[in-house]
């Protein structure tokens, strides 16, 4: 079946636009990740989605990023203005149930570069 | 706090040698424990979890890890490697009610 998709799978923007990336979870999975991962480092989480509701913000580095799912299902992680210190690989992850017993299924991310 | 502990950066080993990603964790109560692996321009990938149960699970792509809860370790654990194993290997705990700490990851090169 269809994993998880993320679009682009790469960008190169210039220093002070707004980039939208999206992540396109797995059907009937209600629990939704966004990480940032930099130079084939550990995961930094960001933000929690379950169903549409984020009941954690708390990863998100600045006011600058924000994030919204809407039907439950296809969730946008928006930066704006970005900076040099925001290219990273972005990953979404998306998973069944609110059931910790269950993994994680990732999509291949999206590798932003900010010039 | 739960938490997670890779101590090796990087593991190297010959084709065909068994091979060992290490893992401990220290969490309250019984653990919840992952094995994700992550190929080059890829996103990560299931592999393994422990749950309860027997002490030794096994996963994909021939590998198996063996919980061992007095020496609060999960190694990855593949009795013959492959060239192509040869990735980013991540451990994960669940901790609070939704959240997931990885670990800071193991790069394993397979030598043919």
């Known amino acids: 079946g269809a994993g998880v998709s993320q679009s682009p799978s790469n960008k190169v923007t210039e220093k002070g636009k707004d980039v939208e990336l999206r992540c396109d979870p797995i059907?009937?999975?209600?629990?939704l990740y966004w990480y940032r991962q930099s130079l084939g480092q550990g995961l930094e989480f960001l933000i929690y989605f379950q169903g549409n509701s984020a009941p954690d913000k708390s990863g998100l580095p600045s006011d600058r990023f924000s994030a919204e799912r809407t039907g439950g299902s296809v969730s946008t992680l928006t930066i704006q203005r970005t900076q040099q210190e925001d290219s990273a690989v972005y990953l979404c992850?998306?998973?069944?149930?609110?059931?910790?017993?269950?993994?994680?299924?990732f999509g291949d991310g999206t590798r932003l570069s900010i010039l | 706090a739960q938490s997670v502990a890779q101590p090796e950066d990087q593991v190297n080993v010959a084709e065909g040698n068994p091979l060992t990603v290490k893992c401990t964790y220290s969490?309250?109560?019984?653990?919840?424990l992952f094995w994700y692996v992550q190929y080059p321009n890829r996103g990560l990938q299931f592999l393994l979890k422990?749950?309860?149960?027997?002490?030794l699970v096994k996963g994909s792509y021939g590998f198996e890890a063996e919980f061992n809860k007095s020496q609060t370790s999960f190694h990855l654990k593949k009795p013959s490697a492959l060239v192509s194993d040869s990735a980013l290997y991540f451990c994960?705990?669940?901790?609070?009610?939704?959240?997931?700490?990885f670990g800071t990851g193991t790069r394993l090169k397979v030598l043919a």
């Open positions: 059907s009937g999975h209600t629990a």
């Open positions: 422990y749950i309860t149960g027997d002490n």
């Open positions: 994960a705990v669940p901790t609070g009610t939704y959240k997931y700490i």
């Open positions: 969490v309250s109560g019984n653990p919840y």
């Open positions: 992850a998306s998973r069944e149930r609110q059931a910790f017993n269950q993994p994680q299924h």
